[in-house]
């Protein structure tokens, strides 16, 4: 199978290109660097191009599948129209290549366009667009929706991804990650008041074997989540339980702006299951175990 995977160097990218390479794949990787870092391909023997997938690109090869996973990710990225015009650009574009190639087009949707909608968060449920990350990925999915019978196309809305490759990302990355990196170093977990927050956290691994699954699956926009949500309140017992230390928890009042910030995030896994025959295999703390296992090995 011959792929091209936008967004390559990115967290959730680079996680699937090396998979499919490890698979036997062939895989064109393509990235601007402007949020992913070359150092997540360091294991990566396929070609590599550093182009903004937002602007028309030449490619020399073909492609049976093409994984969209590019895009201006962090919801407080300090251009709105930025963000939103070169994710739809970008997606234009892809489905363009796709159609000119006859190839399979597999996008990354996300969570955060249910907003703080009721849980668990169905596919078909009312949207409720708190950042202009969220509106481009709906505009994504409503174009995708309009070729559903024409082409093979599935948008997969990726919940609370935490995991290897995703230290790049700074302030975005996952809470399980940031807060791994207090308790590593003996200090007390810092949460937003009072911690209750719940978050659908799904391991980088589960992501990718759904992401691979929607190769084979009817097109559609499904949801990629464990449909467990866990508190931010029980992600620190369990951190400290897999760390062996007894750390406690320090409140801080939020600093964001509650109409833009997602309290609570739950998928409803119907449909995945249903469609794209998924189930997560890594719970919460095996996830945790894995990534941290992985950590470690690095340094």
Same mark, same amino acid.
């Given at each position: #199978? ?39 391909? @360091? ?17 020399? &090869? ?11 990710? &962090? ?45 668990? #968060?169905?596919?078909?449920?009312? @949207? ?49 990650y940031h ?61 400290n339980e ?16 509650p109409k ?7 998928? &409803? ?31």
């Amino acid at each position: #199978m011959r792929t091209l995977v936008t967004g390559g160097a990115g967290f959730i990218g680079s996680n699937l290109a090396l998979e499919l390479e490890k698979q036997g794949h062939e895989v064109v990787v393509v990235d601007n660097v402007f949020s992913g870092t070359k150092d997540n391909l @360091k294991e990566f023997k396929g070609k590599f191009i550093e182009k903004d997938v937002s602007l028309p690109i030449e490619f020399e &090869d073909k492609f049976d599948v093409i994984f969209h996973i590019a895009a201006i990710t &962090d919801p407080r990225h300090d251009n709105d129209d930025e963000t939103y015009n070169k994710n739809v650009e970008g997606f234009k574009l892809m489905i363009k290549l796709a159609q000119e190639h006859n190839a399979k087009l597999i996008y990354a949707s996300t969570a955060n366009l249910y907003g703080n909608g009721p849980i668990p #968060m169905k596919e078909e449920q009312e @949207k409720e667009l708190i950042t202009a990350y969220g509106k481009s990925k709906l505009e994504m999915d409503r174009m995708a929706s309009e070729l559903f019978g024409k082409m093979h196309i599935v948008g997969l809305r990726y919940f609370n991804v935490f995991g290897p490759r995703e230290a790049h990302k700074g302030r975005p990355a996952s809470m399980v990650y940031h807060l791994y990196k207090q308790m590593k170093e003996g200090k007390r977990a810092r949460l937003f008041k009072q911690g209750e927050q719940i978050r659908d956290h799904i391991y980088v691994k589960d992501v990718v074997s759904a992401t691979l699954k929607a190769v084979d699956a009817s097109s559609g926009v499904y949801n990629v989540g464990t449909g467990i949500g866990t508190s931010f309140n029980e992600l620190v017992k369990v951190l400290n339980e897999v760390l062996g230390t007894n750390l406690e928890i320090e409140y801080f009042d939020m600093p964001y702006d509650p109409k833009t910030y997602q309290a609570n995030t739950q998928a &409803d896994t119907t449909l995945a299951e249903e469609k794209l025959e998924f189930k997560t295999e890594f719970t919460v703390k095996d996830g945790i175990k894995d990534y941290i296992k992985w950590i470690e090995n690095e340094s």
